[in-house]
Nanobody
């Protein structure tokens, strides 16, 4: 069974940086199509923050372009989200998701809090 586990959330001051990590277990790297980072705040829909494709290329939500960087290590089946110049509106629960041959698997989420 595929398992997805995030880490690296926490409290950071506005303008600061934070790096999230996500590991996928029980999955062959060759079966990974892409890996995502989503975020969600209470009362709002979960939104896609960044996506990285196993064959190269990435996409970002407009609100994080130039501030966040997603990267993928297929040797470890891990995806990272480097977040810089954080704003209070970036505070959310961040979820990692992996697309394994068309099926999306989710982690439990990690909380990011940004103090102003």
């Amino acid at each position: 069974q595929v398992q997805v586990m995030e880490s690296g959330g926490g409290l950071v001051q506005a303008g600061g940086s934070l790096r999230l990590s996500c590991a996928a277990y029980n999955v062959l790297s060759s079966n990974i199509v892409f890996m995502d980072w989503y975020r969600q705040t209470p009362g709002k829909q979960r939104e896609l923050v960044a996506r990285v494709f196993s064959e190269g290329g990435s996409e970002y939500h407009d609100s994080v372009k130039g501030r966040f960087t997603i990267s993928l290590d297929l040797d470890k089946n891990e995806v990272y989200l480097q977040m810089s110049a954080l704003k209070p509106e970036d505070a959310a629960v961040y979820y990692c998701a992996i697309n394994r041959r068309g099926v999306l698997y989710w982690g439990q989420g990690t909380q990011v809090t940004v103090s102003s």
